[in-house]
T-cell receptor
Framework: DAGITQSPRHKVTETGTPVTLRCHQT?????MYWYRQDPGHGLRLIHY???????DKGEVSDGYSVSRSKTEDFLLTLESATSSQTSVYFC????????????FGPGTRLTVT | DAKTTQPPSMDCAEGRAANLPCNHS???????VYWYRQIHSQGPQYIIH???NNETNEMASLIITEDRKSSTLILPHATLRDTAVYYC?????????????FGKGTRLSVIA
């Protein structure tokens, strides 16, 4: 357990509405990640952050934005939710150094109707 | 990431060793092999990683061939709770900064 929480854990929203998912960590890790997971696609990276205000795009970043104004929180925003963004979203952190050990949160199940 | 190839599914009897293979023939000399697993509806869980020597921890053992083109993750006494999708990943470079790319993995079913 790397002290990662995600909120909300479940959300149903309508097409066209903005949605923000929150990832919170308690251990001051520098790197944080947002992934989505869909049947048949596995885990895909949306955005990641390598420090406060430092973010970069992943494989499937269209339609998503992120913000990291403090170390412990990494926010993922769906600016105008679409049904194709129905998915399970996982946040992850990486401890310092040159390791690729990532630790994942419990996930957020988002349904866009 | 170096391309990895894993069988889509495997079965293992409870209490027996589960041996999960992974091919990574394009891996570079300084690139590690990482293994994660994902139990249904949970976030992925880091298991183990290695460069060229065999590695063991409380969860599993990792055997890497001498030419580093393939590896095997061994769960020595599989239990029903080991039923999961197992991912073999060879991240690009050794800086730790390159995002991981998860493939489709191997779905391991442990059978009572």
């Amino acid at each position: 357990d790397a002290g990662i929480t995600q909120s909300p854990r479940h959300k149903v929203t309508e097409t066209g509405t903005p949605v923000t998912l929150r990832c919170h960590q308690t251990e001051n890790h520098r790197y944080m990640y947002w992934y989505r997971q869909d049947p048949g696609h596995g885990l895909r990276l949306i955005h990641y952050s390598y420090g406060v205000k430092d973010t970069d795009k992943g494989e499937v970043s269209d339609g998503y934005s992120v913000s990291r104004s403090k170390t412990e929180d990494f926010l993922l925003t769906l600016e105008s939710a679409t049904s194709s963004q129905t998915s399970v979203y996982f946040c992850a952190i990486k401890r310092a150094g040159n390791s690729y050990e990532q630790y994942f949160g419990p996930g957020t199940r988002l349904t866009v109707t | 990431d170096a391309k990895t190839t894993q069988p889509p599914s495997m079965d293992c009897a409870e209490g027996r060793a589960a041996n999960l293979p992974c091919n990574h023939s394009t891996i570079s000399g300084n690139e590690y092999v990482y293994w994660y697993r994902q139990i249904h509806s949970q976030g992925p869980q880091y298991i183990i990683h290695g460069l060229k020597n065999n590695e063991t921890n409380e969860m599993a053992s990792l055997i890497i061939t001498e030419d580093r083109k393939s590896s095997t993750l061994i769960l020595p006494h599989a239990t029903l709770r080991d039923t999961a999708v197992y991912y073999c990943i060879a991240p690009l470079g050794s800086s730790g900064n390159t995002p991981l790319v998860f493939g489709k993995g191997t779905r391991l079913s442990v059978i009572a």
